[in-house]
């Protein structure tokens, strides 16, 4: 199977993080790989769907076969799911795409037909809107202009609210909407961000997500964009949790960050 395969099946695992979200069910070289990925599509009534990914040893010049269930489908409604993805995946560039096939089933309109009132166009745009909080726990950061760079690039281009707070821990403060929080956690992996101790360009291949919920009433979220502040000490990493509300949070991840 290709290195191309493998890598990916290692990023879906950190963007699919949530219970129940990712499974790899078969990894051999002759067959390639199987990936089960559990996620919700539909406007106003969210449904949960069983994407089944097999990505063959020549995955990703070979597209992947897909398949669909959900007990809250019809057998027919599985089949045009599976038909969508299945044209989607022909078309697309022969890259990694199994993130790209999810998020656009995730977005689809046309997933499950419902008659829509005022009212249920109102709870749809509501949920579109809904603010979570991601907590990213990175190693290290060697080339730091070039990694700031691009860290506020894409919170610009994601409308993400970010905060990079410096010291030991690093941590990365994500507020915005949850799929774009996910589409940072995919380009931080994806992406070449940093140096190795060659000084040769090098994925972000040990960033650990601590946690992601949606936000409190009372967590300040400003603009598009990433701060960046220096914590030397615990009692300044705890004031810049304080800072932005987020203190309940941060006793939160606290466990995470003395092991």
């Known amino acids: 199977m290709s290195e191309a395969a493998l890598e990916e099946v290692s990023v879906l695992s950190s963007i699919y993080c949530g219970e129940g979200e990712y499974q790899l069910i078969q990894q051999s070289a002759d ?3 199987v990936v089960q990925i559990r996620t919700a599509v539909g406007e106003v009534r969210r449904v949960e769907v069983s994407l089944l990914f097999h990505l063959p040893p020549l995955y990703p010049v070979c597209p992947p076969d897909i398949s669909v269930s959900s007990p809250l489908l019809s057998r027919e409604q599985c089949q045009n799911i599976r ?15 199994v993130h790209q096939l999810v998020a656009c089933l995730q977005q689809s309109r046309e997933v499950i037909e419902e008659e829509k009132g005022g009212e249920e166009e109102e709870q749809v745009k509501e949920r579109e809107e809904e603010e979570w909080t991601a907590v ?3 190693d290290h950061i060697r080339s730091r202009s070039r990694y700031i760079k691009l860290l506020e690039r894409w919170t610009q281009q994601l409308h993400l609210t ?3 707070l410096l010291g030991r821990p690093i941590l990365v403060i ?3 909407t949850r799929p774009d929080i996910k589409e940072f956690c995919r380009l931080l992996r994806t992406v070449k961000v940093d ?3 060659s000084g040769r360009k090098c994925k972000e291949r040990m960033m650990k997500i601590l946690c992601e919920t949606p936000s409190s009433s009372s967590s300040k979220h400003g603009p598009p964009g990433l701060t960046v502040k220096e914590n030397q000490s615990v009692s300044e990493l705890t004031a810049a949790f304080q800072e932005i509300n987020m203190t309940e949070l941060y006793q939160q991840i606290l466990p995470l960050l003395t092991d």
């Open 31 to 33: 067959n390639g790989l």
């Open 83 to 97: 038909q969508k993805l299945l044209e989607q995946a022909a078309a697309l560039p022969q890259e990694p795409m």
């Open 136 to 138: 990213l726990l990175l």
């Open 162 to 164: 970010g905060t990079l």
């Open 174 to 176: 994500l507020q915005g």
């Open 195 to 197: 140096v190795d101790s």
